[in-house]
């Protein structure tokens, strides 16, 4: 996608998206309200941006193994975790917020697609302690910086899984009784999104949260995100550009929000 189609979506958003002022459903309300909103400084900030601190002088050369087009055909490429660490994690704002996020879900199970260096699979862990995390890596260099990101923030509980997602993800899934959250990041594919969804269908329920990132990253992604708010089953989204909530409330009326954030 060109930087003017991107620029042109990302005005079209601003211009439609709502603050928290007019909406009508008390759950989406609060979610706006205490949530995503939230802006007050939090200890939790200053310990896990240290991490990323440390990312941003490490001037190491790993393999990147990258599936991200959802081939079986590697593209291995030297890079510097500094480089990696400036263009591909999560900016800290939006890792605060899936922060946040995870902290209101409460969940007991977490399952992220794309731990790159693991910033943000150290937030939501931080956020929800008690909860069993999942994370899942194409690259086993990236996984084995991750995993020492892991070590220095004192986690020692982090199921890291490497491999393609085609062939990982199932497996995980498969092994939980219930989906309480997860976050989809690191195949921007129309079909590997939607497939990735369907795979996670059957294990949602009223709690459950899932996050998908760069929705509007590409086409495909658009299309992968049309789909799946029109999906049946799904019963409210939340569209804040960067990336897509999606809920499944039996018995609430079927609704799409677009906020500012």
């Known amino acids: 996608m060109s930087k003017l189609t991107f620029t042109k979506d990302f005005l079209f958003h601003r211009f439609r998206s709502k603050n928290r002022h007019g909406l009508h459903s008390p759950f989406i309300y609060r979610l706006v309200d205490d949530v995503i909103y939230d802006y007050s400084h939090k200890e939790v900030y200053d310990k896990v941006e240290a991490q990323r601190d440390h990312l941003l002088v490490d001037d190491r050369l790993i393999t990147v193994t990258d ?10 490429k030297q890079k510097k975790i500094s480089d990696i660490t400036i263009n591909a994690l999560k900016p800290p704002r939006l890792a605060k917020l899936l922060y946040r996020l995870a902290k209101f879900a409460k ?3 977490i399952v992220e697609l794309g731990t790159c260096l693991g910033i943000t699979t150290v937030y939501l862990q931080k956020a929800a302690p008690n909860a069993k995390v999942y994370t899942l890596e194409g690259c086993p260099q990236t996984a084995g910086a991750a995993k020492e990101v892991f070590r220095r923030s004192g986690l020692h509980d982090i ?22 959250f997860v976050y989809i990041d690191g195949n921007h594919q129309r079909d590997a999104t939607i497939r990735y969804f369907e795979w996670c269908l059957p294990k949602v329920h009223e709690g459950t949260m899932l996050i998908f990132d760069d929705i509007y990253w590409s086409d495909g992604m658009k299309e992968a995100w049309k789909q799946i708010k029109a999906h049946p089953r ?14 499944f409330k039996p018995g609430q009326a079927k609704e799409d929000f677009k906020i500012r954030f």
């Open 67 to 76: 599936l991200g087009a959802g081939s079986h055909v590697n593209n291995n």
């Open 107 to 109: 969940p007991d199970n």
């Open 234 to 247: 799904v019963t409210a989204t939340v569209d804040l550009f960067w990336i897509g909530l999606v809920f």
């Open 159 to 180: 199921d890291v899984v490497v491999g393609n997602f085609d062939d990982t993800l199932k497996g995980v899934l498969d092994s939980q009784e219930k989906l309480d």
